[in-house]
C-alpha cells in the first residue's frame, strides 16, 4: 500500500482525477468532498501522511480546517497542500499564515502537484526519522525530535515548515543567507512565488519567537541580501 494522502476537495471529477495519477505514482489517495467528511477521517486511523486541502468547500472554508489541525497536537505536523482557485497573492499569504505549508493555485499541472506533495512528505519523513536534537541559541531552542521551539523555556507555535525554515537558519547561526539559500536548504517548492512565501513565513516566525516582532533582535533582515539568525552578543543588529 502507497503512502496515504487525504484530499479534500468537493470538485469530485478533479479528486478523482488526481486520486488516479497520485495512485499511479505510488500514493493511496483517499477523498473527502467538504469539511464535516474530513474531519471524520482524521478521527479514523490510521492517520494520513499529508494533505491536499481546497480552499472553497460546500460546509465552509478550508482556512478553518487548517486552524484546527495546527492547533491540535496530533496533527500539527500534518503536511499541508492547500489548493484554491482563487490565485490572489492575498489568498496565498493567509493560507500559509494559517498553517499551509505549501500553496497551489488552480488551475495546475498535476506533476507539478505530485513534486510539490513528495517535497512535504520527504521533509515529514525526515523529522520522524531524525534522532533527537536540541538546537540552543541564545534563549531560543529547537528541539528536533519533538519538533518543538522553545524561547526562555516557553514553547511557541510554528507550522512544520516554518519550523524546518527557522532550523535552516539557525543551523547557521550567524551567516547570512539569501533566499536562494534558504529555497535550496528547504529542497522542493517550485519557483512561483518563494520570495514571497519566505518573507510570509518569517513574518510569522517573528511574531511566535522574538519579544517585539516589529523590532527584531533574533532573525534579522539584510537588506538586499537576506535572512540571519543572530547569535547573542555578536552585534549582527548593526546588519538590518
Do not use: W
Amino acid at each position: 500500500m502507497g503512502t496515504p494522502i487525504l484530499l479534500v476537495d468537493d470538485d469530485l471529477r478533479l479528486a478523482g482525477m488526481l486520486a488516479d495519477y497520485l495512485g499511479a505514482a505510488g500514493l493511496t489517495v483517499e477523498t473527502a468532498p467538504s469539511l464535516t467528511a474530513a474531519r471524520l477521517r482524521l478521527r479514523t486511523p490510521p492517520p494520513p501522511q499529508a494533505m491536499i486541502l481546497d480552499l472553497m468547500l460546500p460546509d465552509g472554508d478550508g482556512l478553518d480546517l487548517c486552524r484546527e489541525l495546527r492547533a491540535n497536537d496530533a496533527t500539527r505536523a500534518l503536511p499541508i497542500l492547500m489548493l484554491s482557485a482563487r490565485g490572489e497573492p492575498a489568498d496565498r499569504v493567509v493560507g500559509l499564515e494559517l498553517g499551509a505549508d505549501d500553496y497551489l493555485p488552480k488551475p495546475f499541472e498535476a506533476r507539478e502537484l505530485l513534486a510539490r506533495l513528495r517535497a512535504l512528505l520527504r521533509r515529514s519523513q525526515r523529522d520522524a526519522g531524525a534522532a533527537p536534537q536540541v538546537l540552543r541559541i541564545g534563549a531560543l531552542e529547537l528541539d528536533l525530535g519533538a519538533h518543538q521551539v522553545r524561547v526562555h523555556g516557553q514553547p511557541r507555535e510554528l507550522t512544520a515548515h516554518q519550523f524546518q525554515l527557522l532550523v535552516v537558519l539557525a543551523r547557521h547561526a550567524g551567516r547570512v543567507l539569501t533566499r536562494e539559500q534558504i529555497m535550496d536548504a528547504l529542497k522542493g517548492h517550485a519557483p512561483e512565488a518563494f520570495d514571497r512565501s519566505i518573507d510570509v513565513h518569517i513574518s510569522r516566525i517573528r511574531a511566535a519567537i522574538e519579544d517585539d516582532p516589529r523590532h527584531p533582535r533574533r532573525i534579522l533582515t539584510v537588506r538586499g541580501t537576506g535572512y540571519l539568525l543572530a547569535r547573542p552578543g555578536s552585534g549582527a543588529e548593526a546588519l538590518a
